[in-house]
Each structure stands twice: as C-alpha cells, then as structure tokens.
C-alpha cells in the first residue's frame, strides 16, 4: 500500500503554524512512518511533484501572484486543509484592509514602486475550496495531529467550535474577568489552545478568531465595564484576526 | 474517649486531626481553599489550606474575594467550580479498542479512576445537587460506572450556611442553608468570645467512625443554639429569590415569550453558566484515534446546551439562535427537569449568576417570564 502524500505550502506568512509540525517531536517519527511527506521546504529542500493527497496551507494571499498560487496549490491538493490565523482569516497583515495601503507603502518603503500588494489580506477560503480550516495563531500542536490522523483514519477531525470558557472551565481555571476584572475575549473565541493565556492569568486576546457562535455585541459593553475605552477594544480585536472579529462587530 | 452519638464540638486542632485521620484512611480529602483569587475546591493535605479569615462579595458577573476579622473557615458561597469537578469530571476516558493481528478489534473498558474522595466543607445546596445528579447518573437503567464508583466510595462533611452570599437563594427552590441528609458528618462553624469551633451532628455510622478517631467534646447547650441561630439567621439573608409560583407551569407556558429575546441580547452563548453548575451533567463523547489507526480510545468530556454542535443533527443544529439555547437551558433546569428527573434541577447555589461574565441572573429572568406571563393573563 503506497502512503498518502503530504505537502505543506506557504503564502503571507510567518513560517510558525508550519513549523509546529516539526513540533510535533514525539510524534514526528509515528507521522512519517504514515505520511510520505513530498513537499515541506521547512523541513526539506528535496520536493516530490504533485499532486498530493493532504496540503496544508499557511499564510494570506496578499499578492495577485499569491491569488493565482493558490489556485495552483488547491489543483494539486486532494484535501486542502488552511492552517493558522493568517490562512483562516487573513492574519496581521489584514490590518491593511482597514486602512489605505498606498499610504503605507509611501511611509515604509525607500523605493515603494519595488512593491506590488493586493490592497487587502484575505483568507484562502475567499479564493479557493477550504476542506478544514484549523485556526490560532500560531496554530496548536495537539489540534494539528488531531486533523491529520482524522485525515489518516477517514473522519471527521475533533475539533470543537464552542468559546474558550468550556475550556478554562474543563481545566479549571478561575475565570479572570469574574474574579478580577481582567478583559477577557475568552466568551467570543474559537476554542483550541487549551484556555492558555487564562491559566496564566491574562486575558485571552481572541488568536483564535470568533468561535462558530458569538454574540460580541454582548461582549463590547463588558469590555468597557473592565476598563477598555473605544481604542482599545479596537485594539484588542483588531489583532490576527481583525477581519472576522469585525465582520462580528457589525452583526 | 468513647463512642459519639449526640452532636459534638471540635476545635481548630480537632479539625487539623480529621484532615489527617482521612488521609491516614488513604482517603483524597478535597475542600476549599485559596487560589488565583477565588475559593477554590482542590485536594488538601492539612486543615491549614482550608480558607481561613476569607470570604467573598458577588454579585452577577463578579465575584471577589474579602478578608474576614472572624477568621471563619467556611464563610463563602458560590465558588468557581463545584463538586461535579471530581464526582463527574470534566473529561474521562471510557474504552479502547486494539486491531487484533488476525484483523478484528479488541475492546477494553477503561477502569474508571475513583479515589476515595473525602469532601470537606459540602454546603447544604451542594449536597442537594450531589442528590440531584445521583438520580441523573446512577438513578435510571444506565448507570454511569465511573460517577457511581466515586460517589459510593466517597464521604461527605457537610459545613451548614451561615453566610450566605449575594447571589444565594436556595431558600426559595425548597432548600436552605442547614444540612438535613445526605452527608457523613455535618458541621455548624462557630466564631465567638468562647472560640473558634465546630458542632459536629454525625449522620452516618461511618461518620460516627470518623469522629471517634479525632479529639472531641460532646456539645454545650451555648455552641449548640448559637449555631441553631446562625444557620437560622442565614435563612433570611439569601440575596436573590425565585418567583414563589408554579416554575414548571411559568417555563412550560412562556416558550414565546419576548423576554428571551432581551436576554439573548446579552448571552455570550460562552457556556459558562452549565460548567459552573452543580447538577448540569450534559457531556458528549470523542473519539480519540492514533496515527497508526490500530488503537483509538473513547472519552466522555463536559458538553453544554449552548454549544451548537450539543443539537447537531443531520444538516445542521437544531437550536441555532441564542434565544432558543438560553430558553432550553433554563426550561429544563426549572421544568422539564421534573418530568425527566422527578424534581427541579435548581438548587439556588447562585453560581450561574456571579461567574456569568454578562452577569445574566436566573432568578431576574424567571420574575421577568413571570410578569410577562402575568400580563398576558390580564389581557
């Protein structure tokens, strides 16, 4: 029985949600005996054509040449699976959706006739067929294998689209913004990292974009209760995931 | 000393000896105690973790904690967690199952993890949510083994109410801050000119065991009525109350009402209230596969009706909005409860209104049904 084929691509991105699969130590050994793993620069130089059975994607398409890439990648992909805040909801680079990237370009660059950007930073799923779309930022480890043993075994992946309370309170956490005021962004977000930032006592800063059911227009006025004027809920919600916590603002 | 029947006395020390006479039985003793800024319940290894000269201040969405003078142990309400954390814990492991050479499977149950819990410090609400989801767990043709197993192995010292809190009002679901059944030994803490003590009343002959291993004094008459009189006290000062009127009758006929749209408005649908609850039992399974895909275990973890994917059916969930998951959640809790479990589901511990960030208060959501409902009537 010949391995299924695994590729890993990248577009607007950091490099960090791809490298927690060379994260994956203990498990990395158990996963190549599994996968063939033909394309994954990180990883290798030495890269096996297409197509593969399991892509996984990371970054935003920033680019016109980024927007045709993709296109290429999902040709080459049996099962095409988006990793990380930049890939899901367009990532920190987004932040340009909101405000008038000629501008930037002029401030930042020397010579800003050398760089040619889209004017925004969008999802893959806004350019091609998403089979799953794993978030955080970075994405988590345990969730990663999860999808691709889900990928091995032929079912769906367990990965819960509940806020991050069910978190913190299955670990048991004490709740930081009932028992101390902290702003928290916990309620509204996509659950996956554990409740991390909770357990050490902070407020959770939303990487994981809005959970599948959000109510932030509940959330705005609790924001403000704990402390946060206009600009700095702004702020805290204008992260890696500003676009879809904005799309939830204006619900 | 000799054998305890009538109600007894223990002092500071003789509480340091209970703590320590259970952990001499092997016995996991788990009890109140001071963490990350709340009174937390986690195993204990001597009486000197218990919260001593701490108590709290709630209100909906807000709970803090506030030194005492009195020094008391057992002044508090409405903690983070409850019991259900150690006797229904939020993730357990049910099964395996091992691909056999020969190419079937092999199924192994998973022995359920049940220490033998001593609980200090159970308040009388909390033990009436230990009845409640005894009958969920162990009371139908399913039992839950591993539920089962640590609730018959475990003993249970009740500390009766006398402080209650602001966002208490057990007594308005039928309950009330003594301990009447249900526990091992039941203590009554008593702060006065003539000391820091415990009246202790055995309900058990395991209790009575347990209380002839730790130095003790049989009761005075003063100890006695001072701790009548503080238990009966905190009957008065609950902070919140029910609506006195038929709840099964109010849910079950304000399914349309408008109020669910105004608290829709403000739940986060973020699930907190059913983790803090004493009796919400809800959970849903895993299943968890390796990469070789020869072994793969079942877990049972916390589940919650505001979860969408809890009424996932084919195509979708059925209670989309969170009109319909807050209208579900209390329905069953205040009234469909009782034709399923032959009682409320409600012990009015107050906990899903303080760690509700939004600060949704049941008790003003039931008076706000109950006067919509009232209006309907007059028209």
Redesign the interface.
């Known amino acids: 029985m010949t391995m299924p084929t695994l590729a890993v691509f990248k577009l607007a991105s950091c490099d960090g949600c791809q490298l927690t699969l060379l994260d994956c130590e203990d498990?990395l050994l158990?996963?190549a005996?599994?996968v063939e793993i033909s394309h994954f620069l990180e990883a290798s130089s030495t890269v096996a054509a297409g197509p593969y059975d399991l892509v996984l994607v990371e970054g935003s398409v920033t680019t016109a040449e980024d927007a045709e890439r993709v296109r290429e990648i999902r040709a080459c992909a049996r099962h095409l699976v988006t990793i990380g805040a930049c890939a899901t909801a367009g990532g920190i680079q987004a932040l340009r959706n909101f405000a008038d990237v000629d501008e930037y370009r002029r401030t930042v660059y020397a010579h800003p006739e050398y760089i040619s950007a889209l004017a925004t930073s969008t999802p893959v799923s806004a350019h091609v067929d998403v089979d799953f779309e794993l978030r955080g930022c970075p994405i988590d480890r345990r969730q990663l294998?999860e999808v691709?043993?889900?990928f091995?075994?032929g079912?769906k992946p367990?990965i819960?689209?509940?806020?991050v309370?069910?978190e913190c309170?299955?670990?048991?956490?004490?709740?930081v913004?009932?028992?101390?005021?902290t702003p928290?962004l916990?309620?509204?977000t996509h659950a996956g990292c554990g409740a991390l930032c909770p357990a050490y006592?902070r407020g959770c800063y939303g990487c994981f974009g809005p959970s599948?059911?959000?109510?932030l227009?509940?959330?705005i006025p609790?924001l403000r209760r704990d402390g946060l004027d206009e600009d700095a809920t702004e702020r805290l919600l204008h992260t890696f995931n500003a676009p879809a916590f904005d799309k939830e603002v204006s619900r | 000393m000799t054998a305890t029947v009538g109600p007894a006395v223990l002092d500071r020390d003789g509480l340091d000896a209970l703590v320590s006479a259970l952990a001499s039985q092997g016995r996991t003793v788990v009890g109140p105690t001071v963490?990350?800024?709340?009174i937390?319940l986690a195993e204990l290894t001597t009486a000197a973790q218990l919260p001593y000269g701490w108590g709290v201040e709630l209100a909906a969405?807000?709970?803090?904690?506030v030194p005492r003078e009195d020094g008391a142990a057992f002044a508090h309400s409405a903690g983070?967690?409850s019991w259900k954390?150690f006797l229904h814990p939020?993730?357990e492991q049910l099964w395996s199952a091992d691909r056999t050479p020969e190419g079937g499977l092999s199924f192994t149950p998973q022995e359920p993890e049940a220490p033998s819990y001593a609980f200090l410090g159970v308040r009388p609400c909390d033990l009436r949510a230990i009845a409640i989801q005894d009958r969920v767990l162990t009371g139908g043709r399913y039992e839950d083994t591993g539920y089962g197993m640590r609730r018959r192995r475990a003993l249970l010292i009740a500390a009766e109410c006398t402080e209650p809190g602001e966002t208490c009002f057990c007594v308005s679901t039928g309950g009330g801050p003594a301990a009447d059944a249900g526990y091992d030994l039941a203590l009554t803490e008593v702060v006065d000119e003539d000391g820091h003590r415990f009246l202790v009343r055995v309900g058990s002959e395991e209790g009575a065991r347990l209380l002839d291993l730790v130095p003790h004094r049989a009761a005075d008459p003063a100890t006695q009525s001072t701790a009548r009189g503080a238990v009966d006290a905190a009957r008065d000062r609950m902070g919140r109350e029910l609506p006195a009127v038929d709840l099964r009758a109010l849910l079950g006929g304000s399914l349309d009402a408008e109020r669910w749209d105004d608290v829709?408005?403000?739940?986060?649908?973020?699930?907190?209230c059913t983790?803090?609850c004493p009796t919400c039992f809800c959970v849903t399974t895993?299943?968890?596969?390796?990469?070789?895909?020869d072994h793969t275990e079942r877990w049972q973890?916390?589940d919650?009706c505001?979860?969408?994917?809890f009424s996932h059916l084919h195509e979708g969930p059925v209670r989309n909005s969170?009109r319909s998951r807050y209208r579900q959640w209390l329905t069953h809790k205040l009234a469909t409860w009782h034709d399923q479990f032959g009682s409320s589901g409600c012990v009015g511990c107050g906990r899903c209104i303080?760690?509700?960030?939004?600060g949704i208060d049941i008790t003003e959501e039931v008076a706000a049904l109950r006067a919509e409902a009232g209006t309907e009537a007059e028209r």
Request: proline residues 5%; hydrophobic residues 35%; aromatic residues 6%.
């Open positions: 498990e158990a996963l005996g599994r294998l691709i043993t889900a091995l075994a079912r367990d819960p689209s509940h806020s309370c069910f309170k299955r670990r048991g956490t004490v709740c913004t009932v028992a101390h005021g928290c916990g309620p509204v006592g599948r059911s959000v109510n227009p509940a959330l609790l | 963490r990350d800024g709340a937390v969405g807000r709970y803090r904690l983070p967690q954390s939020a993730r829709a408005a403000r739940c986060l649908t973020c699930g907190n983790m803090v895993e299943e968890v596969t390796d990469l070789t895909g973890r916390w919650s505001f979860d969408l994917d969170g303080a760690w509700c960030p939004a």
